[in-house]
């Protein structure tokens, strides 16, 4: 994810934060989001931030306080670490279904190669297969376990075969 995609979804949250508050609901929070992409996306460039740093950088845009914090962890854009409860990691908004997803997929490949015998199957004939627990596609999960080195790519007579890494 580069970080005009992570914009766009702040940017999101900016536009259904503030369709909630047309209809009626009286939270204030759009303005967080807008301090949070002017003021602390650009100057920080780690994956965490301090609880202090954090509130003088949303200080800069007005009076930041802990629901603001709040409304940014319930949006997905913040996590507080569970070592220490003074630190936030920058996380992605949603992200939870791809990744189950993901991992899914991958289980799902492995046990379909592990069910076999010599625990290796022809590249063609197992793209396609369908995935019953993940959304993405099987070519999706393939091309990751074998850049990941779980499977292993070998050329036969009949095409590309894929084996399970023993290593």
Known sequence: MFMD???????????????????GKNQDCSEVFEWFEKYVLPSKLDVSIDHLEL??????????????ITLLMNAGLLTRQ??????????IPSIGPILKGLTQGRKEVLSLLNRRKYKEMLLSS??????????LDVRFHLRDLIGSGQIKTVQTATGLLARVSTD
């Open 82 to 91: 569970l070592i220490d409860p003074n630190m936030y990691w920058f996380s």
């Open 126 to 135: 197992l793209e396609k297969t369908r995935l019953r627990l993940s959304p």
């Open 5 to 23: 995609d992570y914009l766009k979804q702040v940017y999101v949250f900016l536009m259904e934060s503030a369709v909630r508050r047309s209809k």
């Open 55 to 68: 509130c003088s950088l949303l200080s800069n845009g007005g009076d930041a306080r802990d629901k603001h």
